[in-house]
């Protein structure tokens, strides 16, 4: 019995089921005690606890997420996915994985679990990456982090890093647009202080120059990346605010926000307006109209950060940077076919 078969009996997630043996608060009691009694009934232990009570040390890794003081993960479905993925990868590769919540940057509790040496290496997400911040950490941990800072940051001799290519994503996903008859295109953004959307943003903003687009400062619109805020932030702005011939949202999430938006408005998508996000999360092509966006193979992501980490913990070397360039739109039914 592993926690796949557990997650399936139960009906829940992979990740929610390591959320209930990690004792996470963000369980409702009645999913807690369905999983429970599942693992209770079939002496279900993880491959830590099993290598516990064997009297060996844990083969284990750490995955922490960085959100913002006031937010759950269970709120990012990103997050979501990616938790699934990594607990995937390395329980066929023989390791379990802990997971935890990094808020506000506080990086103590990851040190915690390295300096005590209950994980053996950790993947970290989310957060601006502060050098100063990372800088915290001895360069002895075998550490990788997932879009946190540039592969020609003097980090990255030190510890492991996972980029997606954001640049050529987002000049790739503007050009899309452009392609399609698009002129005055949006983009909605998170702050600039995180690197990836620091190099999305550039990305936009290449291609329009590229095409000889003017860019316009008023069509680029600050959010987070959730629905909600998304939402109120393009309610907010068509009080004032022209309509766009199409946006390029920063993730999916962010997409289906404004969507949300547009349809309390009665404006339709693609008729009035065309929507490209990016990420290609699972729900993405379940919403009404099925969202147009970039894949980015989160899959991918999780599985060769994953593969690293290991290598790099069995064979005592720093961590490789990967850049995953495997990158391509899913056009579904959100941007326009083509303008007359």
Do not use: W
């Amino acid at each position: 019995m592993n926690s796949k078969e557990i997650a399936r009996l139960a009906g829940v997630s992979r990740s929610t089921v390591a959320r209930v043996v990690n004792n996470y608060s963000d369980v409702s009691q009645i999913t807690k005690e369905r999983v429970l009694s599942i693992i209770e009934k079939y002496q279900y232990a993880p491959n830590s606890s099993a290598s516990i009570l064997a009297g060996k040390q844990p083969k284990e890794i750490g995955l922490f997420l960085g959100i913002d003081k006031e937010k759950k993960v269970s709120s990012s479905l990103y997050y979501g996915e990616m938790i699934t993925y990594v607990i995937d990868k390395a329980e066929e590769l023989g390791y379990s994985v802990v997971t935890s919540i990094i808020k506000d940057e506080d990086y103590s509790n990851v040190l915690k679990f390295l300096n005590t040496k209950s994980i053996q290496g950790a993947i970290i997400m989310g957060g601006s990456g502060k050098i100063e911040l990372i800088k915290s950490f001895r360069k002895k941990h075998k550490i990788i982090f997932i879009e946190q800072f540039s592969e020609h940051s003097e980090l990255a001799n030190f510890y492991g890093l996972t980029n997606i290519d954001n640049y050529n994503a987002a000049l790739l996903a503007t050009e899309f647009l452009i392609k399609k008859g698009h002129k005055k295109i949006m983009h909605i953004t998170k702050n600039e202080s995180f690197f990836s959307s620091k190099e999305r943003l550039k990305g936009y903003k290449d291609a329009l120059i590229k095409n000889k687009i003017e860019i316009d400062l008023n069509l680029i619109l600050e959010a987070d990346y959730s629905d909600e805020f998304s939402e109120k932030v393009m309610l907010n702005y068509l009080k004032y605010g022209q309509i766009p011939d199409a946006i390029f949202a920063a993730t999916d999430l962010t997409a289906i926000g404004i969507i949300k938006a547009f349809k309390k408005i009665g404006l339709n998508i693609p008729t009035d307006i065309s929507i490209i996000g990016f990420d290609d999360i699972y729900i993405s092509n379940l919403i009404e109209p099925r969202l147009t966006t970039v894949c980015t193979n989160i899959k991918g992501i999780a599985y060769k950060t994953v593969e690293e980490l290991i290598y790099s913990i069995e064979n005592n070397t720093i961590p490789k940077t990967n850049i995953i360039k495997d990158i391509k739109i899913i056009e579904r039914d959100s941007v326009l076919k083509n303008i007359k």
